[in-house]
Every structure is written in C-alpha cells, then in structure tokens.
C-alpha cells in the first residue's frame, strides 16, 4: 500500500472532478451536486484508508513521491506527509463533503439569503472541489517551492467564492483578502528563490527539497530576514494581530459553507507554516523571534476575544473567535516545548471541527432568517431545539469546555507554554474567560428568551442539515474523550521538529530539601 501514489491521487481526483464539475450542463445543477459529493467522499474514504497505512514511528515523512518537475531550477514533484501534515489532511477531506451537504441549497444563493441566485450552482462545487486539491497539495508538498505554488493557488478558488457567492459588500472582501494574501506571499517568494542559491553555497548543490534544507545552516542575519519572509506571509494567513483584518471582513460576506474550508483548514496553512518552516529551516531566528511572536499571540487571544464580544453579526462574531484560537495555537508553536507543539496541532484539528461546526449553524440560522444580525435572533431554542443543541455543542467547544475537544488541545498549549513562559501563559489563560461571555452571551441572546415573532416559524434542522452537522458534533464529543489516536500520530513528528530547533522540554524544578535518593533527611 505504500508505493501507491496515495497523495498524488488524492490532490489529482479533486481537481480533476472540479473541472468535470464545471463542464457538465449549466441547467442540470444536481447532477454537478451529486457529482461534487461523490468525488468528495471517495476522497475521503482513500484518506482514510491511506491513514491505515501510516506506521507511528516509522520513518517521518512517508507515502513519499519525488519527480521531477523543472530540473533546471531543482523543482521536484515532491509530496509525503508526517503525522502533523496527516491529520491536517484528514481535516480537509472530511469537511469537504460536509460543506457540500450543507450548501446543497443554499450555493447558487448570493451571501446565504434568500436573494436569486447570481451564478451558477455547479461552478460553486467545481471550485470547491479546486480548493480541496490544493489544500491536500500544501500540506503534503515536502518541496518549498511546490509548497509556496499550492500556497498561491489556494487564493484563486477562495477568491471567486467570495467575489461571485458573496454579500453585498464581496467584491471589497474579495479584493481585500487577495491584497493582503498575494503581499504575503510576495515577501515569502522572495525568501524561497533565496534559498535556491543559497543551498547552492551551503549544501554543494541548489534545491528546495526541505529534509536537504533542513540539513543547511544558515548564518544568523540571512536567516532572520528568510525567517521573516515566511512568517509575515504565515502571519497573514493565520490570521494575527495586526494583519488579521481581512478575515472579519470574508466572513461577513462569504458564503458559511465556504467559510468552514477559509477558517476551518485554509488559515491553519499559516500555523503548519510556522511550524513546519519558520522553526526548522531557521531554527536560530525563530529563537531569536520567539519573544515578539509570543507577545503578537497573546495579544491576538485577548483582542480578538473582546471584539467578539463586541459584535452584532453572527459571522463577524465567529470570525473574532477564531483570531483568539489562533493565538493560542502560535503560543504553542513558539512555547518551543513538546507538549506545546502537540497541543497546537491538536488545536489546529479540534478548532477546524468546532469553527465549522458554528460557521455550519450560522449558516442555517441566516438562510432561515434572511439576517445576520444577533438581534435578528431570541428564542429559538422553543421552536428549533436541534438547531440550538447543537449550536450549543459547538460553542462550548469553542469555550474549551471540558469533554469536549478543544478542551485538551488548549490545557496542552497553556501548560506547555507555562512551563517555559510563565507570564504569556498566565495572559493568555485570560482568552478562556473572555471565550465563556462571547459564547454564552451569544447563545442566550440568539437562543434564549421569548421566542421572537419572527422566529416563532422558524423550522428545526432538516435532515439534510442533521447529517452535514451531526459528524463533526460527534468528532468533538469523541476527541474531547479520546485525543490519543491523533496525539498518537502527532508527537513523533513533533519530537524530530523540536530536535532539529535544538530545544528541550524544560526539567521539572524540584522543590524542598531532598536527599538524591528521595528520601527526606
């Protein structure tokens, strides 16, 4: 099973069915329905399956395949994954066959609501279908340059589903995200070209392969403004504090199923990123860094935080929350400790489940009432019950609610942080309340209450709805009990990440007078 192709497959079978999708009949929208769906589960099932294959322990990066692709500048085809890339993949092709239940109805729908369709359906599930294929190519590619194409390439599909299936304001969301993305992107092209003559000085011979990279060092100035290069670029894409300002804006007008794909997978490119390449290629300047980004991190958890609370849109407000989950995730990469980094991949996953989940919910609650607006909302609790329980599961899941998933992957990140920073820690602990008012606040007033005239006909989750939602609310509950399967795959990769940034888990301090063996004198 594993000389396979397995990766090559599942980057080709998405964006083959997306032009397949996109050449059928224009009047025939639900067989390019149908079609998305089918290509969308057979893509997770050969995930699944692959992920079978994969032996804890073994050799990092597997499944490997390495072609060439422009020789003359050392360009492969290269793609593995190691347990990290793993479980981001499985992400992507889960919550892709969800959002295309959920948006079964409500695609061709400009922003959700109820207004005539402005294109057609069956180009909206083509273009989902391109962006899982590249979302699997970025996480598989193990050549930086291959890495930085499917990074770029990622932002046309996002880019026409915002600009053609959005609000009213899309075309400013649309412009807006691809200014800050192709900036980003820019300043990390500069630093990948760098590298090609730079492997050429240091390692005999010019590539981007990252295990030879990997193997180079790189004196302190270059690899500070390489280092920086990627991170701004990671930054943009996570999104931080202060270049977080495109993300609020998608998502008031991007379609909610959507939206799962942009929060719930695309932005967690910027934390692999920082992960994968700011730390090991540069490991010198991402110590060197650590400091700033911890202080950036601790400031997007308690800002974004209190702009959630602040919010009167449903989108805008989940769009908040997420800018303050990302801070915790870059606090756990940049803590430098094992359970640190463990506990910001399993962040990366659960916050994907949980975000999805509401941006899902949302999405529903706007199409039933034509709004967006909190106060559009009260009561539904009376005349929806599904619809509020589960909205209710997944905003505790975002609250970090213990038993649920998110819970573990942020007590690891806070406990691996403290252990080597004591006071970003301590700050960022401060998110976990501020996570508690934004989502209870919301639930009581959107769910709570006397049911509101105009809500008091609202219907209850269709099945169709049911069986796009209830999957990811049953990931959260059995993830929340039993991390271990993913930690499992995680903490190897983990392990070989922090040995090449030449950093140990710090020692527990001893306290009290204790003789060396252990008994008191």
Known sequence: MTDFPWLSVLIALPALGALAVGLLPRENETLAKQAALGISLVEAVLAIVMTTAFKVGGDRFQFTEKYWWIKQFGVHWAVGVDGVALVLVLLSVVLVPLVVIASWDEAGRSGGTDTPPKRSAKVYFALLLALEAMMVGVFAATDVFLFYVFFEAMLIPVYFIIGYYGGPQRSYAAVKFLLYSLFGGLLMLVSVVWLYPLSQEKLGHGTFMFEELNTMHVDGTTAKWLFLGFFVAFA???????????????????PAGALVLVVGVLDKVGTYGMLRFCLELFPGAAKWATPVVLALAVI???????????????KRL???TSVSHFGFIVLGVFAMTSQGQSGATLYMVNHGFSTGALFLLVGFMIARRNSARIDAFGGVQKVAPVLAGTFL???????????????????MVLVGTFSRHRVPAVLAASGIVLAAIYILWTYQRTMGGPAREEVKGMPDLSLREKVAVAP?????????????PVLKAINPSVEKGLARVDVRDPAPKITGNVAENGARP
């Not at 943009?236 to 991007?254: E, R």
Request: proline share 7%; hydrophobic share 60%; charged share 5%.
């Open 236 to 254: 943009i894409k996570a999104p931080m504090v202060p270049v977080h300002t495109w993300l609020p804006d998608a998502a008031a007008q991007s």
């Open 300 to 314: 997007s958890i308690v800002y974004g935080a209190v702009l959630a609370i602040g919010q009167v849109d449903l």
């Open 318 to 320: 989940v769009a908040y």
């Open 393 to 411: 599961v997944a905003g505790l899941s975002g609250l970090s609610l213990p038993g649920l998933s998110t819970f573990v992957s942020e007590l």
């Open 472 to 484: 990811i609310i049953a990931i959260i509950v059995a993830m929340g009990f039993f991390p271990q």
